[in-house]
């Protein structure tokens, strides 16, 4: 069983940076696969970002490629995505998510664990 906990949102101008930080419990941590994902108002979840249980694989939704980084801490049990280059578009709560197996994925099947989400929010 893992837990997640989102931290690092708000309100920031376009153009601006955030980082956003998923602090996870459980022992399990280290050899699982995490995720990003957002909703925005109105619309559906969405993929984000994904990193291998080792950190050595990335994958990223194309509208992000290039702004956003996801990493992890194995030591410390936590996740982060560094987004910069801000656009009001990216307005939307962020989730943090974790999958059962090592790899990474880009669909929210593939993830058993969900953090309570944090809130983004891009001024133009």
């Known amino acids: 069983q893992v837990q997640l906990v989102e931290s690092g949102g708000g309100l920031v101008q376009a153009g601006g940076s955030l980082r956003l930080s998923c602090a996870a419990s459980g022992r399990t941590f280290s050899s699982v696969g995490m995720g990003w994902f957002r909703q925005a108002p109105g619309k559906e979840r969405e993929f984000v970002a994904t990193v291998s249980w080792s950190g050595g694989s990335t994958y990223y939704a194309d509208s992000v490629k290039g702004r956003f980084t996801i990493s992890r801490d194995n030591a410390k049990n936590t996740v982060h995505l560094q987004m910069n280059s801000l656009k009001p578009e990216d307005t939307a709560v962020y989730y943090c998510?974790?999958?059962?197996?090592?790899?990474?994925?880009?669909?929210?099947?593939?993830?058993?664990?969900w953090g309570q989400g944090t809130q983004v929010t891009v001024s133009s």
């Open positions: 998510a974790g999958r059962r197996y090592r790899g990474t994925a880009d669909m929210e099947g593939y993830y058993d664990y």
